[in-house]
């Protein structure tokens, strides 16, 4: 009986030892378990704060921009009333002259310019007949020529007014980027 005994001691020691290395494991499984739970908890904390600090970011960012938005929004509406306005005195102004010179008697009504002649125009004329206009000599227009004039000078009055407006308005995008 003793062999059976020994064989029966050795047999519980190693069931006893198996036991003993299962229960360790599990014991191990579990710890590291609760391990890895708590730093992905962590971890998930860590990522929640980084979101909610880039949607903070993020939301101050945007409302800057629409801040930015809005001044520049409000500099090109004055840039506009104030554009309007200017154009709006040198057309009137324009009509006036227009109105002025038509209403004049027709003698008046014609519209005379200086001519003042450069030196290498007077060569050119003096040379190809003596009709030639000289130096500080007045031309006078006809009436139509006169009125189109008119006309000329208040869509130059438009055009330099527009483009001055263009011109301020590509500076003020340019200074709100």
């Known amino acids: ?5 020994k064989q029966y001691k050795l047999f519980a ?3 006893a030892v198996l036991v ?3 229960l360790a494991a599990v014991v191990a499984w579990e710890w590291q378990a609760n391990n890895y739970g708590k730093q992905l908890a962590e971890q998930r904390t860590e990522w929640a704060d980084q979101l909610r600090l880039t ?3 993020n939301a101050e960012v945007i409302r800057k921009q629409q801040t930015d938005r809005l001044e520049l929004e409000a500099r090109l509406a004055a840039l506009d009333t104030t554009s309007t306005e200017k154009l709006t005195h040198a057309q009137t102004e324009n009509d006036r002259l227009r109105s002025e ?3 004049v008697d027709d003698e008046r009504r014609r519209l005379r310019i200086e001519v ?3 030196r290498a125009d007077a060569i050119v004329s003096a040379a190809t007949g003596s009709s030639s206009l000289g130096d500080a000599t ?3 227009l006809s009436t139509a020529a006169g009125s189109a004039v008119w ?3 208040g869509g130059m009055i438009s055009d330099r007014a527009k483009l001055e407006y263009l011109q301020e308005w590509a500076r003020a995008v340019r200074a709100g980027e």
Not at 1 to 5: F, K, S, Y
């Open 1 to 5: 009986m003793t062999v059976w005994l």
């Open 13 to 15: 020691t190693g069931a």
């Open 20 to 22: 003993l290395m299962l």
């Open 55 to 57: 949607a903070e970011a």
């Open 101 to 103: 010179y038509s209403a």
């Open 116 to 118: 003042r002649v450069a």
């Open 138 to 140: 007045s031309v006078e």
């Open 151 to 153: 006309d000329i000078r």
